[in-house]
């Protein structure tokens, strides 16, 4: 090879590594950034989850009855608590505010009253807890072999 071509390869070479470089990069703030995304996505659509469960059942809540009791057992019914232990009672209580929220008087819930009951009922859970609220709508159910007999 002679120099000429030797100098030619070289800085193709040097190219090639420089352009690997950029692309690893990019593909780690692209990873990134669709990790990211992802888990916004799923924040909002376990969002929607939870307001559909709280509305639902203070909608099917006969008259005259707790709405309020409605909606937490439903909630319990959903992540597989009982409502019962202290821990459970102040994620309920700390709730309210929510559950309140979606059953106005007026019989329609005002966005913004929802969104910064939720939004402070979710911080809270997070600092209280190191974990997202939405963490407990990840129910893992165990496989279990089917037996004919």
């Known amino acids: 090879m002679s120099q000429a071509s030797a100098l030619i390869a070289g800085a193709y070479a040097h190219a090639a590594a ?19 995304l992802a888990s916004h996505r799923v924040t909002a659509f376990r969002r929607v989850r939870l307001v559909e469960i709280l509305e639902k059942a203070a909608a099917a809540t006969p008259a005259g009855e707790d709405a309020l009791a ?9 992540i597989g608590w009982t409502g019962e232990p202290e821990a459970q009672r102040a994620v309920l209580n ?9 059953q106005p ?8 009253t929802v969104q910064v009951s939720l939004e402070a009922f979710e911080r809270w859970f997070e600092a209280d807890r190191k974990v997202s609220f939405y963490a407990l709508f990840d129910i893992h159910v165990q ?6 007999f």
């Not at 409605?70 to 959903?78: D, G, K, P, T, V």
């Open 94 to 102: 700390r709730l309210e505010p929510v559950c309140l929220a979606l």
């Open 70 to 78: 409605a909606q937490q057992r439903r909630l319990c019914h959903e």
């Open 18 to 36: 420089t352009a690997r470089t950029a692309e690893e990069a990019y593909r780690k703030t692209a990873a990134a950034e669709i990790a990211r």
């Open 143 to 148: 496989e279990t072999p089917v037996v004919d």
């Open 105 to 112: 008087p007026e019989g329609r819930p005002a966005l913004p």
